[in-house]
């Protein structure tokens, strides 16, 4: 019954190489997010997409890359990983149209090695 | 541009005293308020939001354009309120950014 989950919850892996994360919600709501929080908590918002189109894309390197089968999934998927790549990503959905409410993934914490 | 701020970083207080974390925005716009916690090891959730008026968990927060500050407000805490508290702001309708403060952690000492 989870709403927005995401895979994998844990990923560790080695610089330089590509990974993907998946997310998926269920909540049949037309705008899904990636945020990154770093090692200071702070949630910072990468990517948005609304109906499988990209509706904000904040400054983050061309290494990530999200992509939207359908208005259910956005997955992001990193080339050449960096040690400060190394974060919390979060996955996240709202009914859109602005000001509503986001509703969260349980996150993934990569850590680059 | 907008831009939501924290100014604790960290607050400490005991079970039963007062409690108010603090946010100001910078946004020219009408904005959507917001406070989302996050408890340790759990994920992301919405409080409360400014437009629904509500007390969540004996929170309440109150939206003053004047001061341009949502501050998050309960009279008698909890220890099980210790979490992770972010305020956040949605601009203008119909843009889907949700902006974060850098958060505020909230201990509450027995």
């Known amino acids: 019954d989870t709403a927005v989950s995401q895979t994998p919850k844990y990923l560790v892996t080695q610089m330089g190489n590509d990974k993907s994360i998946k997310c998926e919600q269920n909540?049949?709501?037309?705008?899904m997010y990636w945020y990154k929080q770093d090692s200071k908590k702070f949630l910072k918002i990468m990517f948005s997409y609304n109906n499988k189109e990209l509706i904000i894309n904040e400054t983050v390197p061309n290494r990530f890359s999200p992509k939207s089968p359908d208005k259910a999934h956005l997955n992001l998927h990193i080339n050449s990983l960096e040690l400060g790549d190394s974060a919390v990503y979060f996955c996240?959905?709202?009914?859109?149209?602005?000001?509503?409410?986001?509703?969260f993934g349980q996150g993934t914490r990569l850590t680059v090695v | 541009a907008q831009r939501v701020t924290q100014p604790e970083k960290l607050l400490s207080v005991f079970k039963g005293a007062p409690v108010e974390l603090k946010c100001n925005y910078s946004y020219s716009g009408s904005p959507e308020l917001f406070w989302y916690v996050q408890y340790s090891r759990q994920r992301l959730q919405l409080l409360l939001r400014?437009?629904s008026r509500e007390s969540i968990k004996g929170f309440t927060a109150d939206l003053n354009k004047g001061e341009t500050s949502f501050h998050l407000k309960k009279p008698f805490a909890q220890e099980e309120d210790s979490a992770m508290y972010y305020c956040a702001l949605a601009n203008t309708p119909g843009s889907e950014k949700l902006v974060f403060g850098k958060g505020t952690k909230l201990t509450v000492n027995p």
């Open positions: 996240a959905s709202s009914v859109g149209g602005g000001g509503t409410e986001a509703f």
């Open positions: 909540l049949g709501h037309d705008t």
């Open positions: 400014h437009i």
